[in-house]
């Protein structure tokens, strides 16, 4: 299942106490289903919960049965209201029925709980959300300009800022970031897609940060492979020429420890070397003998 069907199935299950919210929620399937107007009214959608939730929801306010109809592929499904009941439908819902624009009729709404089921009901029939596992987006496609200007108002005064975008001749209204995405699923009674958003989140921060650690362990692993390798050529090198007793006693012994244990750290050296030196008394020593095979003329 898509994370968007996912937050539909639990959209649909909701049930409003309020009868002022439970018109707004069908208001916002409706003006934001295919059409609204006094000739056709109907949806469109790949869900069968939202297809019986839309019809069941005109049935129960309007007191209007729908037709509900699948494509010969069984895919999409049609909901509509038949013509002789569109009137009835546009009325309760406040709009003019010769309209020519569409636009958000506000009366629509009583209590603040209103407008999330209004953008509940929106959601459903023009909405889609991405997998928090790719990324996060979640957007309305909508085909009235007028319409998606108010969805974008609405959300704006609902401290919900989303951005706005043309794509294929449809305005699009969508969000980007995680938080806001949250936000959203919890006003419009979302909130087990919002907590499993939230777990996705937290996988996927802890995941990035382990990937950073351990490529912060494998750059200095391969840092101190480095050292070593420069630190042997170089011993060997003094040692095929000058031989290692061109060196210093103290730096001689260093050399020889060094030879002998190729996959210690300086720390483990140190540990070895006798008489005892420090870390950074090995890594001195190493440095000048690093340097003084430098010194040597091939
Ligand atoms: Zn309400």
Same mark, same amino acid.
């Given at each position: 299942?898509?994370?968007?069907?996912?937050?539909?199935?639990?959209?649909?299950?909701?049930?409003?106490?309020?009868?002022?919210?439970?018109?707004?929620?069908?208001?916002?399937?409706?003006?934001?289903?295919?059409?609204?107007?006094?000739?056709?009214?109907?949806?469109?959608?790949?869900?069968?919960?939202?297809?019986?939730?839309?019809?069941?929801?005109?049935?129960?306010?309007?007191?209007?049965?729908?037709?509900?109809?699948?494509?010969?592929?069984?895919?999409?499904?049609?909901?509509?209201?038949?013509?002789?009941?569109?009137?009835?439908?546009?009325?309760?819902?406040?709009?003019?029925?010769?309209?020519?624009?569409?636009?958000?009729?506000? +009366?629509?709404?009583?209590?603040?709980?209103?407008?999330?089921?209004?953008?509940?009901?929106?959601?459903?029939?023009?909405?889609?959300?991405?997998?928090?596992?790719?990324?996060?987006?979640?957007?309305?496609?909508?085909?009235?300009?007028?319409?998606?200007?108010?969805?974008?108002?609405?959300?704006?005064?609902?401290?919900?800022?989303?951005?706005?975008?043309?794509?294929?001749?449809?305005?699009?209204?969508?969000?980007?970031?995680?938080?806001?995405?949250?936000?959203?699923?919890?006003?419009?009674?979302?909130?087990?897609?919002?907590?499993?958003?939230?777990?996705?989140?937290?996988?996927?921060?802890?995941?990035?940060?382990?990937?950073?650690?351990?490529?912060?362990?494998?750059?200095?692993?391969?840092?101190?492979?480095?050292?070593?390798?420069?630190?042997?050529?170089?011993?060997?090198?003094?040692?095929?020429?000058?031989?290692? +007793?061109?060196?210093?006693?103290?730096?001689?012994?260093?050399?020889?420890?060094?030879?002998?244990?190729?996959?210690?750290?300086?720390?483990?050296?140190?540990?070895?070397?006798?008489?005892?030196?420090?870390?950074?008394?090995?890594?001195?020593?190493?440095?000048?003998?690093?340097?003084?095979?430098?010194?040597?003329?091939?």
């Amino acid at each position: 299942m898509t994370f968007s069907s996912q937050v539909k199935n639990e959209l649909v299950k909701i049930e409003y106490e309020k009868n002022c919210c439970k018109r707004a929620f069908l208001y916002g399937m409706l003006i934001f289903g295919k059409s609204f107007s006094e000739n056709k009214i109907s949806m469109q959608t790949e869900n069968r919960q939202v297809a019986e939730a839309y019809s069941a929801s005109i049935k129960e306010l309007c007191n209007v049965e729908t037709q509900i109809k699948s494509s010969p592929s069984g895919k999409i499904i049609t909901v509509s209201v038949e013509k002789k009941d569109c009137r009835k439908v546009l009325l309760y819902f406040g709009h003019e029925l010769k309209a020519t624009n569409l636009k958000v009729n506000y +009366s629509n709404f009583s209590c603040e709980e209103c407008f999330g089921a209004f953008f509940a009901g929106a959601f459903l029939v023009c909405g889609t959300v991405s997998s928090p596992k790719k990324d996060y987006h979640l957007e309305f496609t909508v085909a009235y300009f007028n319409l998606s200007r108010d969805l974008f108002t609405m959300l704006n005064e609902s401290e919900l800022h989303p951005k706005s975008a043309k794509r294929n001749g449809y305005n699009i209204i969508y969000f980007k970031e995680s938080e806001t995405i949250e936000d959203f699923l919890y006003i419009i009674g979302a909130s087990g897609a919002m907590f499993d958003l939230m777990n996705e989140k937290i996988v996927k921060d802890f995941r990035n940060k382990a990937n950073r650690q351990a490529n912060c362990e494998t750059a200095n692993i391969e840092r101190m492979v480095k050292a070593v390798s420069i630190q042997i050529q170089a011993i060997e090198k003094i040692k095929s020429t000058k031989g290692l +007793s061109y060196l210093n006693d103290d730096l001689k012994a260093v050399a020889q420890l060094r030879l002998d244990n190729p996959d210690a750290s300086l720390s483990e050296l140190s540990k070895m070397s006798n008489p005892p030196l420090s870390k950074s008394g090995i890594n001195h020593r190493l440095k000048r003998i690093v340097e003084t095979a430098e010194g040597i003329k091939k």
